[in-house]
T-cell receptor, first 114, second 115 residues
Framework: GENVEQHPSTLSVQEGDSAVIKCTYSDSASNYFPWYKQELGKRPQLIIDIRSNVGEKKDQRIAVTLNKTAKHFSLHITETQPEDSAVYFC?????????????FGTGTRLLVSP | NAGVTQTPKFQVLKTGQSMTLQCAQDMNHEYMSWYRQDPGMGLRLIHYSVGAGITDQGEVPNGYNVSRSTTEDFPLRLLSAAPSQTSVYFCASSRLSTNFMYEQYFGPGTRLTVT
């Protein structure tokens, strides 16, 4: 089955710096890669996603890149702000009988210091 | 819309007790699923449903049962609670997004402790 590894487990940056979180996946059939943000004590919320036929996707200060050959994808956050502090999870999935079984990475705790 | 709701928010059980975690969604989503979240392990899929009357196992199904009698509700039953089931449980429902993939919406979670 699919296995997703995520690095680093913690990341500390200064406000205004960029942050990059990396994930690798094992199943070449995976075709959907979402990123979730989870604030302390809250539910995970989708912040950006990418399909396997797209190499990069941007939404304001966040972007995701995908390298299918190397089977890795990354989340890039530019001009970080204190409110970006949270745990970020990557996931990979393959559509199976219509349902998207997500396999999650173990999370990255991002701390943005003012 | 309330979105995805879960009850209770917190629960303490003794080993061997049974209970049901409730999940409901009012978005008419076809797919629903249950995850557990443990420290350092991300979220893991327990069971999922592709429609009323249809359920299937996820990554970690042992010790849990589900049923889906209506589109709105997807309860998770713990048959005989064990300390290893201490976790935060999230229910999610899915809809087809504009990129033809299923975007999952999570409920607020239930924090379960088994002593």
């Amino acid at each position: 089955g699919e296995n997703v590894e995520q690095h680093p487990s913690t990341l500390s940056v200064q406000e205004g710096d960029s942050a990059v979180i990396k994930c690798t996946y094992s199943d070449s059939a995976s075709n959907y890669f979402p990123w979730y943000k989870q604030e302390l004590g809250k539910r995970p919320q989708l912040i950006i996603d990418i399909r396997s036929n797209v190499g990069e996707k941007k939404d304001q200060r966040i972007a995701v890149t995908l390298n299918k050959t190397a089977k890795h994808f990354s989340l890039h956050i530019t001009e970080t702000q204190p409110e970006d502090s949270a745990v970020y999870f990557c996931a990979a999935s393959m559509k199976n009988t219509g349902f998207q079984k997500l396999v999650f990475g173990t999370g990255t705790r991002l701390l943005v210091s003012p | 819309n309330a979105g995805v709701t879960q009850t209770p928010k917190f629960q303490v059980l003794k080993t061997g007790q049974s209970m049901t975690l409730q999940c409901a969604q009012d978005m008419n989503h076809e797919y629903m699923s249950w995850y557990r979240q443990d420290p350092g392990m991300g979220l893991r899929l327990i069971h999922y449903s592709v429609g009323a009357g249809i359920t299937d196992q996820g990554e970690v199904p042992n010790g849990y049962n589900v049923s889906r009698s209506t589109t709105e509700d997807f309860p998770l039953r713990l048959l005989s609670a064990a300390p290893s089931q201490t976790s935060v449980y999230f229910c999610a429902s899915s809809r087809l997004s504009t990129n033809f993939m299923y975007e999952q919406y999570f409920g607020p979670g239930t924090r379960l402790t088994v002593t």
